[in-house]
């Protein structure tokens, strides 16, 4: 089940990407990623309350240090985001911004110790490599 959901997150990422770069025309990238940021959070707390998940008491506390520093690390990419989209062509900035995956894999490695393969490895070349190649 979770390889749908990450194929469907893969298929509006890239469209959030077309859709930001047609509306963020004329508009401060600042101001885009708060309205932006502001859908996103109605939406969110839509679905918390349609599916009865409302229970903030039995998050611990470690829980709500790391979403928080989650939601700012969020919030600091879309920033950086907007603003390279507002600069640059949506097919450069894209895929430097895919270099995430790389760096999610190393991060994934040295904090969470997950396993990072020569599989790994050369995922992160060729990523890194097409990355290089669409610039």
């Known amino acids: ?12 990422a890239a469209l959030t990407s077309i859709l930001a ?11 885009a990623t708060a309205i932006r940021t502001t859908v996103v959070l109605l939406m969110a707390w839509g679905i918390v309350f349609l599916t009865h998940n409302f229970k903030l008491t039995s998050i611990s506390s470690k829980s709500w240090l790391f979403l928080i520093l989650s ?9 950086c985001y907007y603003r ?5 062509d949506a097919s450069k900035v894209v895929p430097i911004d895919k270099l995430s995956v790389v760096i999610t894999l190393m991060l994934a490695w040295v904090f969470l110790h ?7 490895f050369i995922g992160c070349v060729l990523i890194g490599v097409g990355t290089l190649l669409l610039l």
């Open 114 to 120: 997950e396993e990072f393969s020569l599989k790994s």
């Open 21 to 31: 770069k047609i509306g963020i025309e004329g508009v401060n990238s600042n101001l």
């Open 1 to 12: 089940m979770w390889l749908y959901f990450a194929l469907g997150s893969a298929f509006f």
């Open 84 to 88: 390279a989209l507002q600069l640059g």
């Open 71 to 79: 939601g700012l690390a969020t919030g600091a990419s879309w920033l």
